[in-house]
């Protein structure tokens, strides 16, 4: 079982559709991760949050915007979304230490339409 | 930017016969972490290696770290049904604000012949 939880775990939208996708933590981790993973694909860094700050944004587009209202909450804000965006959408979090495992959640499933 | 390559890409094997993931960085890594994805699942850490030359055992995995940190490897011994998934090895490149960007490998995916 995972101690990171994300929902929705599937997600259905329209190009013009505004959606977001959320995750939690109860772990007291201090860094927490979104990355976006294709089919048999490795998954791809897109945000980093460092004690609720963004520190790393690997070059993802505007569509997608990060957001950290608090140590235990990630969300993903989807705008304007292309079908090429359909993914599985991953959050993770680990301890505040430089290196250390990440702990996945159960991902969102995204499909544009 | 840091390239980290795995093969095979994928592996078919029988019940009971081992399998070897072979990993490679194009730079030289301060650690190495290993993951495993069921399919339809996540990633789930498996272990992370940091010295040069280091061998990791859980029960039938070992997990190597090369004398030059740039290449890794997992074995595992008489592979059994639940072994199926993808196997990531994932290195860092470069922090920011002591954070790493945890880079994936290609992944390999095993798949179990009962």
Redesign the interface.
Known sequence: D?EVTQTPKHLVMGMTNKKSLKCEQHMGHR?MYWYKQKA??????MF?Y?YE?L??N?SVPSRFSPECPNSSLLNLHLHALQPEDSALY?CASKT????????????SRLTVL | GQQVMQIPQYQHVQEGEDFTTYCNSSTTLSNIQWYKQRPGGHPVFLIQLVKSGEVKKQKRLTFQFGEAKKNSSLHITATQTTDVGTYFCAGPHGTNFGNEKLTFGTGTRLTIIP
């Open positions: 995972t860094a048999k694909k490795p998954p791809e860094l980093v460092s700050k520190s790393i690997e991953l505040g230490q430089i290196t250390g495992e990440l702990f996945f959640g159960e991902g």
